[in-house]
């Protein structure tokens, strides 16, 4: 029987979540709130930025009260300013409007017990303790890119990047340079956003847990034995993966509600995908996107679009409206026999259907859950960030595709795309790729299922909770 779930049982601990304002951190942090609150824990509010809110759509908060913090910037403009500057503003607004929340919610008689916050809100651990709230960091990003900032962070990885091969201890394999995080492997073109990276870790050894969106199976070389010393108390944190988490429908279907995220940047267009994927033979399309932040060059884009034209497979393009400017010339209709293009769609639904062969992506985080928890071979093109790292352990780790290898203009060329797609989607290494696919999808659904993994770890904090 499921904590909460008792007879005339009514939890009384009160959850306030904290996520970074983008879609990528605030999906993962609703999903995670949605298990709590199977789990009974039935007070549940997300504070989000008030520039956010007012331009989200729909905001997916039906089974929670919603609230505001700013971070300085409610009117936007983030883009107009250097990251120092917002990372200032953002504590000083952040941690007042944070601090007035929950005075507000004090005094109405509701107050917080726990406070769930994103590592890219580090002043937000200050005012948790102040207040005495339980402090629990999510991590958005995956573990294997948290050990990489961290011991950064710690010195212990010394930037700029000097050596052609580096080992980092505690389960990471062998890496290049291009391998790390763009803000760790190109530290010299931005140190400034690499310094407010690094500073998630700014004093974790006084938070009381530590949860990252991933799961045990998946990086248990780095979660086995990791943990981090209080230095006031002779207790260890340790860091547990509660992930993936992508809505319930798409892996133990326990919260039968549970078919979307809710949150969308862009409108999908469902049927027509549906419809268009349904006429084709299994395993036979290329789907690509790159998500709703990253921004292929229009050299890039004209690479991605001549070889998905020449290749023999047909292919299902989320191609932005913003982005559409940058395709060739009479592209869509060029192409439209083969290929469907539209701006937005489910992506959770067309990586699940029996037609989809392999996922063409930039490898951001979530996407890379999604693919794995999908059964969805992919061949990794990526952009920025932590993407090439994801891309690292997809092809040398994971074994679930294989990256695709840019020139010495740092473009991938037409040639290397359509080579990526033969190699994940025919022969006998096709197969083998296929085979890791099917393993993982069925390791990550087990996870979040009943007596996995990740469910023993939200168990365990609930019951904390519910102690405390």
Known sequence: MEIGKQEGKSLSPYCLVLPFP?????????????????????????????????????????????????????????EKVSPQEYYNRCWKSGSDTLTELLEKLRSSGSGVDCLIYDPFFPWALDVAKKFGLTAVMFFTQSNSVNNIYFHAYKGELKL???????????????????????????????????????????????????????????????????????????????????????????????????????????????????????????????????????????????????????????????????????????????????????????????????????????????????????GAPMVGLPQWSDQSTNAKFTEDVWKMGVRAQKDENGIVRRDEIIRCVSYVMEGEIGEEIGRSAIKWKKLARDAVDEGGSSDRNIEEFVSALVRF
Request: charged share 25%.
């Open 160 to 374: 700029p990047l000097s050596e052609p091969e580096i080992r980092i201890p505690g389960g990471l394999p062998v890496m290049k340079p291009g391998d790390f995080p763009s803000f760790i492997g190109e530290y010299e073109s931005d140190p400034e956003r690499t310094e407010m990276m690094l500073k998630q870790f700014r004093n974790v050894e006084n938070v009381d847990w530590i949860f990252v969106n991933t799961f045990y199976e998946l990086e248990q070389e780095l979660l086995k034995d990791e943990q981090f010393s209080r230095s006031s108390r002779r207790e260890l944190i340790m860091v547990r993966a509660i992930g993936p988490t992508i809505p319930s429908w798409y892996l133990d279907k326990r919260l039968p509600d549970d078919k979307s995220y809710g949150l969308n940047a862009f409108k999908p267009i469902t049927e027509p995908c549906i419809n268009w994927l349904n006429k084709q033979q299994n395993k036979s399309v290329i789907y690509v996107s790159f998500g709703s932040f990253a921004q292929p060059g229009v050299e890039q884009m004209k690479e991605l679009a001549l070889a998905l034209k020449m290749t023999k497979m047909n292919f299902l393009w989320v191609v932005r409206a913003s982005e559409e400017t940058k395709l060739p010339k009479n592209y869509i209709d060029d192409v439209s026999e083969k290929g469907l293009i539209v701006t937005w769609c489910h992506q959770l639904d067309v990586l699940a259907h029996e037609a989809i062969g392999c996922f063409l992506t930039h490898c951001g985080w979530n996407s890379t859950l999604e693919a794995l928890s999908s």
């Open 22 to 78: 983008l879609q990528g951190h605030v999906n993962p942090m609703l999903q995670f709130s949605k298990r709590l609150n199977y789990k009974g824990i039935t007070r549940i509010t997300i504070a989000i930025t008030k520039f956010f809110l007012k331009n989200a759509k729909d905001f997916p908060a039906a089974s929670f009260s919603v609230e505001t913090i700013s971070d300085g910037f409610d009117d936007g403009g983030v």
